[in-house]
């Protein structure tokens, strides 16, 4: 199972940084893993991912220069770092794992789903 943690109530300016590990004993550098967000009453939006293999990085246009994807490998862990949080980052933040392991902004291409974790920032 994919578990997705460290969201919470924040400050706009602030940071969080989101884990998102598996615990099913699926090695996660081998997949691609994305992160996904979902306002109220919004559908849901790709922020970013990251390749199998060699870690090619790729982020929505909101979010660059702002947010940061990585993994640690003796983890099996991937990590979304959000700095200068703005209210409109207020959303379910889900992350999302590809076996095939290929870099992608399509929620369709996952297979395997975490739960989601809550970020709130706050004016």
């Known amino acids: 199972q994919l578990q997705a943690s460290g969201g919470g109530l924040v400050q706009a300016g602030g940071s969080l940084r989101l884990s998102c590990a598996d615990s099913?004993?699926?090695?996660?550098?081998?997949?691609?893993v994305g992160w996904f967000r979902q306002a109220p009453e919004k559908g849901r939006e790709f922020v970013a991912a990251i390749a199998g293999g060699a870690g090619v990085t790729y982020y929505a246009d909101f979010v660059k220069g702002r947010f940061t994807i990585s993994r640690d490998n003796a983890k099996n862990t991937v990590y979304l770092q959000m700095n200068s949080l703005k209210p409109e980052d207020t959303a379910v933040y889900y992350c999302a794992a590809d076996r095939r392991g290929l870099l992608s902004w399509v929620d369709y291409e996952y297979d395997y789903w975490g739960q989601g974790t809550q970020v709130t920032v706050s004016s």
């Open positions: 099913s004993g699926r090695t996660l550098s081998n997949h691609a």
